[in-house]
């Protein structure tokens, strides 16, 4: 799960920090007429929220489409129902997404302030 994970880490960061280069304008901005610092970023946190995810939404489309993934064909090889491989496999998936989600979600809430020193310089 974590291995998988790892891509999310660096597209949400790298999405991140780019935004912030971006738009720092606008940041300062939000910021100097009040707004606190998390809400000035909210837009760019959720941007960069949905770019780590996009690998992950695209191998859930083509899954079971395209090809039928590993754990599923190595239980129907060795005569498990398929119905149930299908399900197993399905509940794998999920928590790959959901795990994926998770780490990106900590990510970016974790690492927004440090976002803003790339900007600086």
């Known amino acids: 799960m974590l291995g998988n994970s790892l891509s999310n880490i660096g597209l949400a960061f790298e999405r991140l920090r780019s935004e912030v280069i971006n738009r720092r304008l606008e ?3 939000m910021v100097a007429l009040g707004a606190p610092l ?3 970023m909210l837009e760019l946190m959720q941007n960069s929220m949905r770019a780590s995810m996009m690998p992950k939404y695209n191998m859930l489309k083509s899954a ?3 090809h039928i993934p590993g754990v599923a064909v190595g239980m129907i090889v060795s005569g498990v129902d398929p119905l149930k491989a299908m399900a197993f496999q399905i509940v794998v998936m999920l928590m ?5 989600f998770l780490i990106s979600y900590m990510v970016i809430n974790f690492t927004y302030k440090s976002a803003l020193k790339f900007a600086y310089g």
């Open 27 to 29: 940041i300062e901005a």
């Open 38 to 40: 998390k809400l000035a």
């Open 64 to 66: 079971g489409i395209v």
């Open 96 to 100: 790959i997404v959901s795990v994926g």
